[in-house]
């Protein structure tokens, strides 16, 4: 193992243990369960419509909040904020995302979810949005600091109740109810592509 393949792996695990995580292996959030903990926030579109707000935290070598909470004049805002900048995620949510309305707002009998969490060498935020039976769309951003941001888009995942990021990088979305699901890895640490 190379220095280099040293430090970025020692960098993953000081982010997770710096934030705190005290969820056990195997970490459920509404739509995302996370292989080795994680932190996660959800809101449902009731909640958001009446104005209350969703935040975790996470500390270690580039400290952040995630903040979901309705945008003004209307539509939601998931708030990254690092330091005195922050991006809304809203605005990059990729097209196809179910749960949306014309104008950004989450539609009635959604749940909005933010989870944080490393899995497969990769620190990911996944941004889900489904109506807890059969619609579920997950989006994926991989840490990647930049000069314009601190997450960059790596695609949409299509399911139906959740997914599983798993310790071994594939991501499972289950579908049906015979036990069956579909594959996805993320490749180049910047896109997702489904297994065959």
Not at 41 to 60: M, Q
Not at 78 to 98: F, R, S
Request: hydrophobic share 45%.
């Amino acid at each position: 193992m190379t220095m280099t393949c040293k430090l970025l792996r020692a960098a993953c695990l000081f982010l997770l243990l710096c934030a705190g995580v005290a969820r056990a292996a195997g970490s459920e959030g509404i739509f995302v369960t996370l292989p080795q903990g994680g932190k996660s926030a959800a809101l449902t579109a009731e909640e958001i419509a009446s104005g209350k707000e969703a935040e975790f935290s996470v500390e270690g070598p580039q400290p952040m909040s995630v903040t979901l909470r309705r945008n003004s004049p209307n539509g939601v805002s998931i708030l990254v904020l690092a330091g005195d900048l922050g991006w809304n995620l809203a605005y990059e949510l990729p097209q196809g995302m179910h749960g949306f309305g014309e104008y950004g707002e989450l539609e009635a009998q959604f749940t909005l979810e933010a989870a944080l969490g490393s899995f497969g060498g990769r620190t990911v935020l996944f941004i889900a949005s489904g109506d807890r039976t059969a619609l579920l769309s997950v989006a994926l951003f991989v840490y990647a600091p930049g000069k314009d941001r601190l997450f960059a888009p790596a695609g949409l995942i299509q399911g139906q109740r959740r997914i599983e990021a798993r310790a071994d990088g594939e991501i499972h979305a289950p579908y049906g109810s015979q036990g069956l699901f579909e594959r996805y890895r993320l490749e180049d640490s910047v896109s997702v592509r489904k297994i065959e």
